[in-house]
């Protein structure tokens, strides 16, 4: 079956530009999850929903990071006024719950972010 | 101190070589654990998970230590495609994965 999609695979753009990202979990799955990688670590949490709801968004970085999800599936991260370091890999996942102890979470391939 | 530590590598071993990897995590409250694979410019995949009881699955053994807060991965017989980095993952009910930064793992002829 189709696994996690986002688009675009590669974004550049310009400092004080405006992006974003766009993410299609897995059909069925609830539980939605940002991450961002940059080179040489491992994912970072940003935010996750469960449902149509922001359950915690305590990774995102500063207000200039928003994510949406307003029919419970589709999901795009925004970033207003990109900078510099906003450059990295930014990675969605989805769950079948978030509920669970044991919830495998599945990653699609990832939007490269370049900020130049 | 950060949540997952990991010893970032690189290991460097031949084929049929037997290497582990460590891992530390600091919050006694997480209730999960993984290992994910990850290649080079690709995303992260659930390698296996992480039981108290420990598991095993072919060539692959991964351990929990609860009380020492260590988890530990162990690949046999070592194959070239056994070649990436190997992420450690701690997780709650309800919240996101934590990852350590990864051990990167090359394995040559």
């Known amino acids: 079956g189709a696994g996690v999609s986002q688009t675009p695979s590669n974004k550049v753009t310009e400092k004080g530009k405006y992006v974003e990202l766009r993410c299609d979990p897995i059909?069925?799955?609830?539980?939605l999850y940002w991450y961002r990688q940059s080179l040489g670590q491992g994912p970072e949490f940003l935010i996750y929903f469960q449902g149509t709801g922001a359950a915690d968004d305590s990774g995102l970085p500063n207000d200039r990071f928003f994510a949406v999800r307003p029919e419970g599936s589709v999901s795009t991260l925004k970033i207003q006024r990109t900078e510099r370091g906003d450059s990295a890999v930014y990675l969605c996942?989805?769950?079948?719950?978030?509920?669970?102890?044991?919830?495998?979470?599945?990653f699609g391939p990832g939007t490269r972010l370049t900020v130049l | 101190r950060k949540e997952v530590e990991q010893d970032p590598g690189p290991f460097n071993v031949p084929e049929g070589a037997t290497v582990a990897f460590n891992c530390t995590y600091s919050n006694s409250a997480s209730q999960s654990f993984f290992w994910y694979r990850q290649d080079c410019r690709k995303e992260p995949k659930l390698l296996m998970s992480v039981y108290s009881s420990g598991n095993e699955d072919g060539r692959f053994t991964a351990q929990l230590n609860r009380a020492s807060q260590y988890i530990s991965l162990l690949i046999r017989d070592s194959k070239l495609s056994d070649s990436a980095t190997y992420l450690c993952v701690v997780n709650q009910a309800g919240t996101a994965l934590i990852f350590g930064k990864g051990t990167t793992l090359s394995v040559s002829s």
């Open positions: 059909s069925g799955h609830t539980a």
């Open positions: 996942a989805s769950s079948l719950t978030a509920l669970a102890v044991y919830n495998e979470q599945f």
